[in-house]
């Protein structure tokens, strides 16, 4: 008893409100920690990174995240803990979001295929959007409507649609339903709610 009595002595003598960081760090309960001279100069990979603030991609909770980027490249996503949202928290899937940004296997190149090809292609960028662009003036020229049955305005059309997406931010869904609302379309949907 006589030991524990010592032991837990010196362990509240240490524990003042001055050193209790240094030696919490510096100690296993009342031996000191084994650190080695290397893991004392051991630095977290994201130590001379930029941080920057983001929002989750995926869903419509919002998350906060710290992006961190060295070298004009994203090295690590972690939740921010600044955020009233989520209090440096997120899901398997918003922890996982550095692998959608950093991943061999992610496509980057536009995939078409052809009606009634069985084959999808690599397109140019340009090329797709200029498809893309033809399209919706071709079919909103054919078949917008300004009245309905009745003669009421509806100035809308219905044959262009628009579905997603969870991975796209809150600037770009504004510009998106800007633009198709102010094209007469009204079936427009997103993944992403709560
Ligand atoms: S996917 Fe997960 S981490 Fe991302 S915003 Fe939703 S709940 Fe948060």
């Keep these: 008893m006589a ?5 837990f002595g010196r362990l509240a003598q240490r524990l003042t409100p001055g050193n209790i960081g240094e030696t919490l760090h510096t100690h296993v309960g009342q031996v000191p920690n084994p650190v080695s001279e290397r893991s004392h100069h051991l630095k977290p990979r994201i130590h001379d990174a930029k941080m920057v603030k983001s929002v ?3 869903c419509a909770v919002g998350c906060g995240q710290r992006v961190y980027v060295k070298d004009g490249k994203v090295i690590d996503i972690e939740g921010d803990y600044d955020s009233p949202i989520s209090g440096g928290c997120l899901c398997p899937k918003g922890g996982a979001s550095y692998q959608l940004d950093i991943n061999s296997r992610r496509w980057t190149t536009v995939k ?21 662009a033809q399209l919706v003036y071709e079919t ?12 009421n305005p509806i100035n809308n059309t219905v044959a262009i649609g628009s579905l997603g997406g969870a991975t796209l931010d809150n600037e770009e869904n504004y510009l998106i339903t800007k633009l198709f609302h ?4 009204v079936c427009i949907e997103n993944q992403a709610r709560i």
């Design 112 to 132: 078409y295929r052809a009606p009634y090809s069985t084959e999808w292609e690599d397109k140019p960028l340009d090329w797709a959007m200029d498809r893309v």
């Design 140 to 151: 909103r020229e054919a078949t917008f409507h300004e009245t309905d049955d009745k003669g």
């Design 182 to 185: 102010s094209l007469g379309m």
């Design 3 to 7: 030991v524990f009595a010592t032991l």
């Design 56 to 58: 989750c991609p995926y």
